[in-house]
């Protein structure tokens, strides 16, 4: 896909962090934005700066991990502008601590948007996406973590493992039948987003994460680790330039350290020994 003036982009998370700098870039390319996030104020902030550079742009509260909702957005973006050109699953959230003393809700609350936040994202835009016949393109967010497997963060690895497979899946799926639509994974290395704090967007039915002595560990580190990471603008137009290139696998550069971890453990899986801790430095 090389043409994108004119043409209607769906962001979800938009609101802030990576989402909202993918908006921007589209924006810069003269696309029509639609904005999707489950924090209303935020989202009013996001679509006035997107607007701000003279393109048309919406923003629509959504809930990803609900079917209904994301439902309703894509509905919302065909009323409003057309038609549905590029796509990003972007929304997600975390929760650590030991695999054991996680709640069940906190399995569903993740899972709900990690994972059911990108197969909703699937099932309502890759069908209109068809329809035009159109170019298109699908970007799926998952993480290295989809690469990797460290410990405290059980329930965040398994859920951006699903995202990449899933991923995966699809582009062999849109290649063999509708190569117009094209695909990308976006597997982000530390970035500095809120993701530490996405605890504020946990629906009020799931409790609050229980607290332990591990969570709490995990949640400081991610706080201290995100705070001066990478700027989520990088991501952003790793994106644009991978949907240019037609290129799926979107990830850090191969002397970055989370790859040789992401190595470390293919190679292990190859061999078939016992997983290696190789946990890149934070």
């Not at 590029?86 to 609350?109: I, K, P, R, S």
């Not at 963060?153 to 849109?174: D, F, N, P, V, W």
Request: negative net charge; contains cysteine.
């Amino acid at each position: 896909m090389q043409d994108f003036a004119g043409k209607v982009a769906i962001v979800t998370g938009a609101a802030s962090g990576i989402g909202l700098e993918l908006a921007t870039v589209f924006a810069e390319q003269g696309m029509k934005v639609v904005l999707a996030d489950i924090e209303p104020a935020a989202l009013d902030a996001a679509v006035s700066r997107i607007q701000a550079l003279g393109v048309e742009a919406i923003g629509v509260v959504t809930d990803v991990g609900d079917d209904a909702s994301v439902a309703a957005l894509a509905r919302k973006t065909v009323d409003t502008f057309g038609a549905i050109h590029v796509a990003c699953n972007n929304a997600g959230v975390y929760a650590g601590g030991l695999l054991w003393e996680q709640t069940e809700a906190d399995f569903e609350w993740v899972m709900r948007v990690n994972q059911w936040g990108v197969i909703h994202g699937i099932r309502h835009f890759v069908p209109q996406m068809l329809s035009q016949g159109d170019e298109c393109h699908v970007v799926n967010t998952a993480s290295m973590a989809g690469m990797t497997t460290l410990p405290f963060a059980g329930i965040y690895h398994m859920t951006k493992h699903a995202a990449l497979a899933l991923s995966e899946c699809l582009y062999h799926e849109l290649a063999l039948t509708a190569p117009q639509v094209g695909v990308s994974c976006l597997c982000p290395e530390l970035i500095a987003t809120n993701i530490g704090s996405s605890q504020r967007n946990r629906p009020a039915a799931l409790g609050d994460t229980r607290v332990t002595e591990s969570s709490e560990m995990v949640h400081q580190a991610i706080i201290d680790a995100t705070d001066g990471a990478l700027s989520p603008r990088v991501m952003a137009e790793r994106v644009l330039q991978g949907i240019i290139d037609g290129k799926f696998y979107l990830c850090p550069p191969p002397e970055n350290s989370w790859h040789r971890s992401a190595k470390s453990r293919m190679e292990d899986c190859a061999t078939m020994q016992n997983p290696r801790f190789a946990a890149p430095p934070i």
